[in-house]
């Protein structure tokens, strides 16, 4: 069975600097799908960014970015230029061949001013 | 277009009664799901459907849980005697189709709190 897991449950990082989360996963499937999804106060989880397995290339979505390593089996999240706005709850999910997602336990991020 | 919307938001019951807990997902997805969040079990999976059948029920917890979904479109999520261990947040996500094989994107709805006295 597939596994998601974040060792960190809060971080925090000043306005305007960089904080990574970090995510590691395990399973015996080649083709499949990793994710982060933020969920603010609001309980809205929003798609940040996604990545598909087959791609080496890292994905990038304005001031995040990924760093998937396959073999390792490690997805982390970079934002940069972090704002208030980006205070939330961090979920990284693994989708594959069974459609459902399977989440990590999640990292409470805190932007101080 | 509009994302996904559930109703209610938030749904106070008391032990025992049953509750509906309804989903509309963004116009011409093919997949829905249902996942449960809670403080004790993070968030977990419940169930599937692609179109109107539901693939995958290994996410639900008991027989007092049962989903259906009509017309492709709208889903509707029943717990029957609600016990206190079922208040959670119930969220409710589509994407554009679910075929076996592969993960679409999935998009969430604002999720339902339901509290059980």
């Known amino acids: 069975a597939q596994t998601v897991t974040q060792s960190q449950p809060e971080m925090s990082v000043q306005e305007a600097e960089t904080v990574t989360l970090s995510c590691t996963y395990d399973t015996s499937e080649s083709d499949y799908y990793l994710f982060w999804y933020k969920q603010p106060p609001s309980r809205q989880m929003i798609l940040v960014i996604r990545q598909e397995a087959y791609k080496q290339q890292n994905a990038t979505e304005n001031r995040f970015s990924v760093n998937f390593q396959k073999a390792a089996k490690s997805f982390s999240l970079k934002i940069s230029d972090s704002q208030l706005g980006d205070a939330a709850m961090y979920f990284c999910a693994y989708g594959g061949a069974t459609n459902k997602l399977i989440f990590g336990t999640g990292t409470l991020l805190a932007v101080q001013p | 277009g509009a994302g996904v919307s559930q109703s209610p938001s938030n749904k106070v019951t008391e032990k025992g009664k049953d509750v509906e807990l309804r989903c509309d997902p963004i116009s011409g997805h093919t997949a829905l799901y249902w996942y449960r969040q809670s403080l004790g079990q993070g968030l977990e999976f419940l169930i599937y459907?692609?179109?109107?059948?539901?693939?995958?029920k290994s996410g639900l917890p008991s027989d007092r849980f049962s989903a259906e979904r009509t017309g492709g479109s709208v889903s509707t999520l029943t717990i029957q005697r609600t016990q206190q261990e079922d208040s959670a947040v119930y969220l409710c996500a589509s994407s554009l189709d679910g075929l076996a094989g592969r993960t679409d994107t999935q998009y969430f709805g604002p999720g339902t709190r339901l509290t059980v006295l």
């Open positions: 459907f692609q179109g109107n059948s539901a693939p995958d």
